[in-house]
C-alpha cells in the first residue's frame, strides 16, 4: 500500500510537473533540436515511489538563441515570491543631563550609587552632517557618525513626543565598518559636517538605565538614558533632582556660548 502523501509533498510535486511541462514546451533552433536535449534523471531519495522520469532540459547557455516571445508563461502559484518585511519602527531614546562638578566628584557619587561600569573611558569624536541648506536641521533630523574607540557608528534621529523632564527622540543607529569611508559615501550624497564635538566617555549601569560620565571641552556631564521611570530611580539614587537636569544636546549647550566653531579639545 502506497504511503499517503502530505499535503505540502502533493504540492511540491505539483510546482516540479509544471516546470517539467514547461521546460518540455520550450521552442528551440533545428540544431538543438536535431542534436537532441541533454537529459537529467530527477529522483528522490526521500520518496522511492515518486515517479517523475527522465527530463529533457536545454542548457542555460542556449536560452539566448530562443525567442523570448516564445517562451512559456509560468503560473506565479508555481513560484510564489517572498516578500521581504523591512522593520520600520524606530526606537527611543530617552535621556536627561546633569551637570557635575568634576569627573572625580561624578564617578564618585556613581560607585557610591552602586553603578557598574561597562567599559573603560573611551574618547568619542562626533560629525554632524546636513546639506547646505540645512535641511535636515529645518526637519527637525539629526544625521550623526561616531567613532567611539574602535567602534564607528550611523545614527538618525527625529522628533518625538516629549516626556516631562526628558529629552526623547526616535532613533536608528547601525554599526559601520570605516569611519572614513562612511563618511565619504555620505558626503557623495550631498550631507557635509556642519559640527563636531568630542568627549571621553565611560558608561555605567545604574538602576536599569545607562549612566554616562562625560568629559567635555565645555565641562564634565552625567547622562541617565532609559525608560522613564528607571531614570527616576537612578537620579534619585544618586541624589540628582531631576528638575534640575538638562534636555539639550552638546550642540545647543556648547553654541549658547560658542557661536560659531566645533566643541573639539584644544592640543
Not at 111 to 121: I, M, P
Amino acid at each position: 500500500m502506497q504511503a499517503k502523501q502530505s499535503p505540502a509533498t502533493n504540492k511540491s510535486l505539483s510546482r516540479l510537473r509544471i516546470l517539467k511541462k514547461g521546460l518540455e514546451d520550450l521552442p528551440c533552433s533545428p540544431a538543438v533540436r536535431q542534436s537532441g536535449w541533454p537529459k537529467l534523471r530527477v529522483e528522490s531519495p526521500s520518496l522511492p515511489d515518486l515517479k517523475l522520469g527522465t527530463w529533457n532540459l536545454e542548457p542555460l547557455c542556449c536560452l539566448p538563441a530562443f525567442p523570448l516571445s516564445g517562451l512559456p508563461a509560468f503560473p506565479r502559484s508555481a513560484f510564489p515570491r517572498r516578500r521581504r518585511r523591512y522593520n520600520t519602527a524606530m526606537a527611543k531614546e530617552q535621556e536627561v543631563k546633569f551637570m557635575m562638578q568634576s569627573p572625580e566628584s561624578a564617578l564618585q557619587l556613581l560607585l557610591e550609587a552602586g553603578a557598574a561600569a561597562r567599559n573603560e573611558r573611551t574618547f568619542e569624536d562626533n560629525l554632524i552632517l546636513d546639506d547646505a541648506a540645512k535641511t535636515l536641521m529645518l526637519r527637525g533630523v539629526l544625521l550623526r557618525l561616531r567613532q567611539y574607540g574602535e567602534q564607528a557608528t550611523l545614527t538618525v534621529k527625529s522628533g518625538a513626543k516629549g516626556v516631562e523632564g526628558l529629552k526623547v527622540k526616535e532613533e536608528r543607529e547601525v554599526r559601520v565598518a570605516d569611519f572614513e569611508e562612511t563618511l565619504a559615501i555620505i558626503q557623495t550624497l550631498g550631507y557635509l559636517p556642519v559640527f563636531r564635538y568630542q568627549k571621553y566617555r565611560c558608561n555605567f549601569d545604574l538602576e536599569g538605565t545607562v549612566a554616562s560620565l562625560d568629559e567635555t571641552p565645555i565641562g564634565c556631564y552625567l547622562e541617565l538614558e532609559g525608560e522613564p521611570e528607571a531614570i527616576r530611580a537612578a537620579a534619585a539614587k544618586l541624589g540628582l533632582n531631576l528638575a534640575q537636569g538638562m534636555t539639550q544636546s552638546y550642540r545647543d549647550l556648547f553654541r549658547a556660548f560658542h557661536p560659531k566653531g566645533d566643541m573639539v579639545f584644544k592640543p
